[in-house]
């Protein structure tokens, strides 16, 4: 993502336990999933849930709409 950034290639950025505020690329053309989870943001090494969630429960058809959004 931070290298993309660099050059005018557009950036559909995926977030899972870290947030987005404090990592986005601030002057790229980026579209950021992430999803807003009370565990968020944990950093931890291990899932607290077991299960990613912050990351899994994005959705291909999210990642491929947003895609589309630069085509």
Same mark, same amino acid.
């Not at 505020?21 to 849930?49: F, G, H, M, T």
């Not at 990351?55 to 990642?63: A, H, K, Q, W, Y």
């Given at each position: 993502?931070?290298i993309?950034?660099?050059?005018p ?5 995926l977030?899972?336990?870290? #947030?987005s505020?404090y990592n986005? *690329?601030? $002057?790229?053309?980026a579209i950021?999933?992430e999803k /807003? #989870?009370?565990?968020r943001?944990?950093? $931890?090494r291990?899932?607290i ?5 912050c990351?899994?429960?994005?959705? *291909?058809? /999210?990642v491929?709409?947003a895609?589309?959004q630069?085509?």
């Amino acid at each position: 993502m931070h290298i993309a950034a660099s050059t005018p290639t557009p950036i559909v950025a995926l977030f899972g336990s870290n #947030l987005s505020p404090y990592n986005v *690329p601030w $002057q790229a053309k980026a579209i950021i999933i992430e999803k /807003e #989870l009370i565990c968020r943001p944990c950093d $931890q090494r291990n899932c607290i849930s077991d299960d990613f969630r912050c990351i899994r429960t994005i959705t *291909p058809v /999210e990642v491929y709409t947003a895609c589309t959004q630069f085509l």
